[in-house]
């Protein structure tokens, strides 16, 4: 892995294509949440499957805690549809044919000339596309589990959401003042957040 990819770091904010055939870029798939970005060999590979068997099962509660997931295969579009059909995931996957990822961050896993794929790596993002940890996925058991994943992400929200404690300090007033900024989600409008409940539309 690239020198600079490492907790504490930027992770680059690739732009590739998805299983809908549409350009997406990490940054924008982000948005203000922490992600898990997933970097796979593709859907040839039972570890793979298995991972991501894992998470969909788990997808729900990933889901409410305002956190996305993307993953990033060297899969050509065919095998990056069905790979995600197979796993019944929801999240947005990500088609590095090209090997454009692979080569940028030095990961080739040239033990598989074959296959050609990359090493895989499970990232956990603060917004910003930051890194919080990486987990070297080469041996199943290097891949983070949900409790792992939990732990991470708990960590990265009690930093990043200034709403973590309601308790805090100035918390109670600035809502009471009108002051939202500092209640999720910040700065965005209202009228497609309902105020103090997240992801709720308003009425």
């Known amino acids: 892995m690239r020198a600079d990819i490492v907790p504490g770091g930027t992770f680059p904010d690739y732009e590739l294509t ?9 940054s924008t798939l982000q948005g203000i949440d ?3 970005l997933v970097l796979a060999r593709g859907q040839y590979c ?11 099962a788990n997808y729900s509660k990933i889901a409410v805690s305002y956190t996305q ?8 579009l065919l095998s990056t549809k069905e790979f995600r059909a197979a796993v019944g995931a929801q999240w947005t996957f990500l ?14 896993e040239y033990t598989d000339p074959y296959h050609d794929p990359m090493i895989p790596y499970t990232l956990v993002l ?20 949900m409790d792992d994943l939990q732990r991470d992400l708990r960590d990265v929200l009690r930093e990043v959401r200034p709403d973590w404690d ?13 002051d939202r900024s500092t209640f999720y989600p910040y700065e965005q409008d209202d009228r497609t957040h309902g105020v103090g409940t997240p992801g709720t539309k308003a009425t």
């Open 18 to 26: 998805d299983h809908t055939q549409a350009r997406r870029r990490l």
């Open 34 to 36: 922490p992600m898990i």
């Open 46 to 56: 039972p570890k793979d499957n298995q991972q991501h068997l894992e998470l969909a």
């Open 69 to 76: 997931i993307v993953t990033i295969s060297t899969d050509n």
């Open 95 to 108: 088609s590095d044919a090209g090997r454009k990822v692979q080569k940028d961050l030095g990961i080739q």
């Open 126 to 145: 603060k917004p910003g596309l930051v890194i919080h940890s990486l987990y070297n996925g080469y041996w199943y058991w290097g891949r983070p589990s």
């Open 166 to 178: 309601l308790a805090a300090p100035g918390l109670r007033e600035a809502w009471d003042a009108g």
